[in-house]
């Protein structure tokens, strides 16, 4: 089987490699001729543990290749992201639609589409919109009842971590959720290349709703956690020990705070919710809140560290430490600590030491402080914060400030 991936990111990349690994014949197709090249010379641009080993072999059998232009294949999946439009939280569904855009000259009768992408509800039926306008002479279901089509078209969601990829999309049960039945199947028999676990078939608008609802689950469960830790700091409570206290219960199991949530999934999907259901999803919306406005309220503890050194005669130099949106990763997406750096950024009255091993640059967001190495950072900061559990910063000294557990 030859199949197509859209989006060679952090989710597209491994799923392609996977597909190679197990056999299969994988065209990747991505908008970055960085990326491709890189691919092309069996590297990777991205941090993911395990992936490159696996990229260089099948790079080198031939069963793996990066291009710009889509060719013709048996399946093709799309993994673009698909961000905000704005300040009000719109899906932004540009990048599917450009995507479905690149394959539709080439899919052929018996073709099988399944979006991959973290999509609102619906998304599955827009997206075979345009490519029944690209594609006229070719049918496409609209229904769950449709027995009459050409191209079989699935919804599928990832839900992998970070750092364990390579063994999750593997191991993970995966929702396949197709717009007819006889979709589903097809998709389903797609994944069973390489995919251990089960593979549950629904309709295409309940399996975009999973993948919501399971990342709304954690963002709220979060939530809780930020919000104690609030509560604790103004009544002078050790968040922590309440935390391990609690959980000493036998069916409590609080999550540990931190500076916020990041990523393209927990800190974007909810939203998805909210903006599809707003008179409903009051929960949703409300830990939304409360996560989006934590790194606010580290900054201002951090200013208030800073202002509690007096004057020193020069400016106070605070040194954060991590900059992804999790330990252990290159992924600076939606970062609360990325947000943090920006906002300590804006005061001219100290010096910002930024420590984040598993990067080289700055995103060009960040555009005051020096990217250092943890020695130095260390040695010159006046006020040192824990943004990030990088392994790296597992066994600091106590005069470090810890936002996370």
């Known amino acids: 089987m030859k199949i197509s991936v859209s989006g060679l990111g952090y989710i597209g990349l491994p799923t392609a490699t996977m597909f190679a690994h197990y056999g299969a014949h994988v065209i990747g197709l991505d908008v970055n001729q960085h990326a491709i090249d890189t691919i092309n010379q069996g590297e990777i641009h991205i941090v993911e543990p395990g992936l490159e080993d696996i990229v260089k072999d099948v790079v080198a059998q031939g069963r793996l290749k990066a291009s710009l232009t889509a060719e013709p294949a048996d399946a093709f999946l799309i993994a673009v992201p698909t961000p905000f439009k704005g300040d009000d939280h719109t899906p932004d569904l540009s990048y599917i639609e450009s995507a ?8 052929t009768k018996g073709n099988v589409v399944i979006l991959e992408s ?3 509800v619906g998304a599955t ?3 075979v919109e345009w490519l029944a306008a690209a594609r006229p002479d070719l049918k496409f279901p609209t229904s769950a009842q449709d027995t009459d089509f050409d191209v079989y078209v699935a919804y599928c969601p990832e839900r992998v971590l970070p750092g364990q990829v390579i063994r999750e999309l593997v191991e993970n049960d995966r929702t396949i959720g197709g717009l007819t039945p006889e979709c589903a199947k097809k ?3 797609v994944y069973k290349i390489f995919v251990k676990g089960d593979l549950v078939e629904t309709n295409a608008r309940t399996a975009e709703m999973t993948k919501l609802t399971e990342n709304a689950f954690r963002d ?3 939530a809780f956690a930020n919000e104690l830790s609030l509560i604790c700091d103004r009544l002078n409570i050790n968040v922590w020990e309440l935390i391990a206290l609690a959980n000493r219960h036998p069916r409590v199991n609080i999550l540990n705070p931190g500076a916020g949530v990041g990523g393209h999934c927990i800190a974007v999907d909810p939203w998805f919710i909210v903006n599809k259901t707003p008179d409903l999803a009051r929960m949703v919306n409300t830990a939304r809140e409360v996560n989006d406005n934590k790194p606010k309220w580290v900054v201002s503890k951090i200013e208030e560290a800073v202002a509690q050194l007096g004057d020193l005669g020069r400016k106070p ?3 954060l430490l991590g900059l992804a949106f999790k330990p252990d990763i290159d992924d600076l997406r939606e970062s609360p600590a990325v947000e943090i750096a920006i906002e300590m950024g804006k005061n001219q009255n100290i010096e910002l030491l930024l420590v984040e091993p598993n990067i080289h640059a700055l995103p060009a967001k960040i555009t005051e402080g020096t990217l250092t190495d ?6 010159q900061a006046d006020v040192k914060v824990i943004l990030v559990k990088h392994r790296e910063f597992k066994d600091l000294a106590d005069n470090v400030m810890s936002f996370v557990g």
Do not use: F, G, H, R
């Open 125 to 127: 039926e827009q997206m």
């Open 187 to 189: 998709a389903a028999e």
């Open 220 to 222: 709220v469960n979060i």
């Open 118 to 120: 973290t999509s609102p």
């Open 317 to 319: 130099k605070v040194a």
């Open 374 to 379: 943890q020695a130095t950072a260390l040695e």
């Open 100 to 107: 479905a855009k690149t394959i539709a000259p080439v899919l």
